[in-house]
């Protein structure tokens, strides 16, 4: 066991995080937000896409994400979204492995008595 700043980590925990922090060194970039693929109606009133069966426009390929604070949307093209899929699933991998350490970290408190209720 390793006392880390009062922390003590035992074998498993430190090999646990030490390959969580090596997958992450092997991510490459990674692009936040999420892709998915819209038909959508005009505001043309007579517009097909307004009849019965309604008729939609698109397939639109559609990227969007926070910046700010702010939703920012960007209409993608299937070359695109083949380019930009590895860097989507990359931000997805990144999201998983923080959530792996956090619950990780977790553990190890879970184990420190000064965090107990008696």
């Given amino acids: ?3 880390r700043k009062g922390l ?3 074998r498993a925990a430190r090999a646990k995080q030490s390959q969580i922090a090596k997958e992450l060194c092997e991510i490459g970039l990674a692009l936040p937000g ?5 038909r959508t ?18 397939p639109y ?6 910046v700010d604070g702010k939703t920012v949307t960007r209409v993608l093209t299937p070359e ?3 380019d930009y ?3 989507f699933d990359n931000a997805r991998r990144l ?3 923080v959530v792996a350490l956090q619950n990780l970290t977790l553990q190890v408190l879970e184990t420190d008595d000064r965090w107990r209720t008696h």
Wanted: with cysteine.
């Fill in 1 to 3: 066991m390793t006392i």
């Fill in 8 to 10: 003590r980590v035992d």
């Fill in 34 to 38: 999420s892709v998915e693929v819209r």
């Fill in 41 to 58: 109606r005009c505001g043309k009133p007579n517009c097909r896409c307004k009849a019965e069966p309604a008729q939609l426009h698109g």
């Fill in 61 to 66: 390929i559609v990227w969007t994400r926070k």
């Fill in 80 to 82: 695109q979204l083949d």
């Fill in 85 to 87: 899929r590895p860097l």
């Fill in 95 to 97: 999201r998983e492995l």
